[in-house]
């Protein structure tokens, strides 16, 4: 889990493959549940509740498969359900949660660069936005990581030895 842009897609990637498991990225499965082709298009169609709760519903799914890694959505921890769930996931050692923690300067950069089809959370300029967010949601990211990792100057391969490692040390859910 993470702010947008702080690589969750990329390193989730590296560390499905790395594990040998299937990735799931969470805002695929929900765009997938709407007309929409874009998540733009869905929250301006259908507006940020309804994403919110397809969100959660989509999320109780995925976890109810084992072995996987899941690239959360950035505001998935802000739902108090789908809180609850991987709260729950956590307590019965079935998931380790990763925080990929990444300084606001960078996330803008990166962001500035490739804005991707995701609409503003918030009104008015994208960098302060960017930092809002970050403050609004960091609390909640950290109260819920099992793992905080900072990536803000760390490549994807580097980030992911890292991760692969603590988990192979004992950070990892019991029965994957």
């Not at 108090?80 to 990444?102: D, N």
């Not at 960017?130 to 949601?137: D, K, S």
Request: aromatic share 2%.
């Amino acid at each position: 889990m993470g702010l947008r842009g702080c690589g969750k897609s990329t390193l989730g990637r590296l560390l499905a493959e790395g594990l040998g498991r299937p990735l799931v990225e969470i805002d695929e499965q929900i765009l997938a549940t709407f007309p929409e082709a874009s998540v733009a298009e869905v929250w301006a169609a259908n507006g940020e509740a309804a994403w919110r709760a397809a969100e959660t519903r989509v999320l109780c799914e995925c976890l109810q498969r084992a072995g996987q890694v899941i690239a959360l959505g950035g505001g998935t921890p802000m739902i108090p359900e789908a809180r609850h769930l991987i709260e729950a996931e956590q307590r019965a050692s079935r998931a380790t949660v990763i925080y990929l923690r990444c300084r606001v300067a960078e996330l803008t950069h990166r962001l500035l660069k490739n804005p991707g089809d995701r609409p503003p959370l918030l009104a008015g300029d994208a960098i302060k936005e960017i930092a809002r967010v970050a403050q609004m949601r960091q609390p909640a990211y950290r109260s819920l990581a099992d793992i905080e990792l900072d990536v803000t100057e760390t490549t994807p391969a580097e980030a992911a030895t890292v991760i692969l490692r603590l988990l192979n040390h004992g950070h990892g859910p019991n029965d994957g």
